[in-house]
């Protein structure tokens, strides 16, 4: 394991391991010895998302499913955590979404980390930008104050240039990105992909990996995905169509394109509307929302390499 880790721990959380090499010349001749840090091509850019699904920006466009039987599970489905259904990064969207959900508080739940009643509505919807006086860390509004009750994400993910960096890194180990690519698949349990398209993209199918959209993602109510999603870039997600499918792992919408700011460091305002029916169901899940198995399938990188000897 690596040191971060600690080398004699048998869990690896960062996907990062230190390779120790040993060699000598002919006859014994010679002796040398190198190390080197590496870790897949993803690590330390896909985040672990901190909700369902993750809404960044000053405000939100948030249009929730009304009438019928969907439902958001902020329980983690691989491991024991809680999360929130919708994570946003300011006060202000805060009370949107607790505003807009208000009518069909009982479809967004979450686990209470103390072990209490299972949370719902508003209870289940947090800011996920933990700020304090010293961090400051929420460029939106640095003099609100607030510790998220079912943990705080990276701020990182409220960043136009970490967010683009983010989708090109993972262009360049895709598997596919068009969907007029001979062979193209979203990918299934056993063979995951990892898919970046450029511009809208439809999507009615099932799928197994990392799905990155820069235009506008569309899906219905049928569709069957457990991975990550990333609509960054145009940052809108539209569900439309009936349907019982289900979704499970996390989702990011962050408008880029579009940024908060003059000098375009931070993302301004998602878009995401929900106009499907039936009784789908979205899910945290912690292994599709970092990306796993997708990831364990990306190219190594060298973090670092040193002779010892």
């Known amino acids: ?25 002919p006859n014994a001749v010679g002796y040398s010895v190198v190390q080197a840090e590496v870790r897949t091509a993803l690590t330390g850019l896909v985040l672990q998302l901190p909700g369902v699904i993750t809404l960044p920006g000053p405000t939100v466009d948030f249009q929730p499913f009304s009438g019928n039987a969907h439902k958001i599970d902020g329980e983690d489905q691989s491991a024991n955590g809680c999360f929130p259904t919708i994570a946003v990064s ?12 208000a009518k069909r508080s009982s479809a967004y739940t979450s686990c209470d980390p103390g072990q209490g009643p299972h949370l719902s ?8 930008v933990e700020n304090t006086s010293l961090t400051r860390a929420n460029a939106y509004e640095p003099d609100t104050f607030n510790l998220p009750p079912l943990g705080s994400g990276d701020p990182r993910l409220t960043s136009v240039p970490h967010l683009t960096e983010l989708v090109r890194k993972i262009r360049e180990i895709a598997d596919y990105t068009s969907p007029t690519e001979a062979g193209f698949t979203l990918g299934s349990a056993t063979d ?79 878009h995401y509307a929900d106009n499907g029916g039936g009784n789908a169901l979205q899910a945290y899940d912690s292994n599709g929302a970092r990306g796993f198995p997708a990831r364990d399938f990306a190219p190594i990188e060298v973090v670092s390499y040193h002779p010892l000897r």
């Open 1 to 25: 394991n690596d040191p971060a880790d600690g080398i004699s721990s048998g869990v690896d959380t960062n996907s990062t391991v230190t390779l120790t090499s040993f060699g000598s010349g």
């Open 90 to 101: 300011s006060s202000q969207a805060l009370a949107q979404v607790k505003s807009a959900i």
């Open 121 to 128: 509505g508003g209870n289940a919807v947090e800011n996920f």
């Open 192 to 270: 995951p992909k990892i898919v970046v398209i450029d511009g809208d993209f439809s999507m009615s199918d099932t799928g197994n990996g990392i799905l990155v959209v820069t235009g506008k993602l569309t899906f219905d109510g049928a569709v069957n995905y457990r991975g990550l999603v990333l609509a960054i870039g145009e940052g809108s997600v539209v569900i439309d169509g009936g349907g019982g499918g289900s979704f499970k792992g996390a989702m990011l919408v962050a408008n880029t394109v579009e940024p908060w700011d003059d000098e375009g460091k931070w993302v301004g305002i998602p």
